[in-house]
């Protein structure tokens, strides 16, 4: 109002184009980020404080066969794991709730009763104040490698067991039962001369 009485009606433009391309690239960006969360390989999940699940990704479900993720939200990430997995899982939550990364393998069926082993990697949400405020978990299936690993190592012990009975040292009987054969330990083992021609009367 002026000194003398006439109104006076005043408007103020603000120029918010910045302001609306920002949030427009910040939508955008979220829903990019959460494409790629969704059509991810890995199964993901999101934990609460107090290690509950509150999120799960599709692809993450598709891997544990999960038909109904409500049964699964809210309840305790322990609860995916046992015996020593189990323990492993709450030490991985909680190198994650204080600032750090949680690492295990652990094995977790799916829920159809599939057995699979799991690579785990547990790492802190911040929030605005730069503080934990939820979890990350990013489990990748490893059973094929666990698998081949298992047979490796079963080839490997056959192959120790093998090179364990080689020095036992060994013999053959051909099937005549008129000549028998040694392994070179048997000559080593009993202190015979290797021109010795192998025979039983020599053994005992």
């Keep these: 109002t002026w000194p003398d009485?006439?109104?006076?009606?005043?408007?103020?433009?603000?120029n918010?184009?910045?302001?609306?391309?920002?949030?427009?690239?910040?939508?955008?960006?979220?829903?990019?980020?959460?494409?790629?969360?969704?059509?991810s390989c890995d199964c993901i999940k999101v934990l609460d404080l107090d290690g509950c699940l509150q999120y799960m990704n599709e692809?993450?479900?598709?891997?544990?066969?999960i038909?109904?993720?409500?049964?699964?939200?809210?309840?305790s990430y322990e609860d995916f794991w046992q015996g020593s997995d189990r323990k492993a899982s709450r030490a991985a939550i909680a190198d994650a709730l204080r600032g750090g990364e949680g690492r295990f393998t652990g094995f977790a069926p799916t829920e159809e009763g599939v057995p699979k082993w799991w690579d785990v990697i547990v790492?802190?949400?911040?929030?605005?104040?730069?503080?934990?405020?939820?979890l990350l978990v990013v489990s990748r299936d490893i059973t094929e490698r666990k698998r081949a690993e298992d047979a490796l190592e079963e080839?490997?012990?056959?192959?120790?067991?093998?090179?364990?009975y080689a020095h036992i040292g060994y013999w053959s009987l051909a099937a005549d039962l008129r000549s028998i054969?040694?392994?070179?330990?048997?000559y080593h083992l009993?202190?015979?001369?290797?021109?010795?021609?192998p025979s039983f009367d020599v053994l005992q």
Excluded: C, M
């Design 5 to 14: 009485g006439r109104l006076v009606h005043l408007e103020i433009a603000v």
């Design 16 to 39: 918010i184009t910045a302001r609306k391309q920002s949030a427009r690239r910040l939508k955008s960006s979220e829903l990019f980020n959460k494409s790629i969360i969704q059509s």
């Design 59 to 65: 692809g993450g479900q598709e891997l544990l066969h």
């Design 67 to 75: 038909a109904d993720i409500g049964r699964y939200l809210q309840r």
């Design 123 to 134: 790492t802190p949400i911040l929030g605005n104040d730069h503080e934990v405020a939820q």
């Design 155 to 164: 080839r490997e012990q056959l192959l120790r067991q093998a090179q364990a």
């Design 181 to 186: 054969t040694w392994s070179e330990e048997i």
């Design 190 to 197: 009993f202190g015979i001369e290797p021109t010795v021609v």
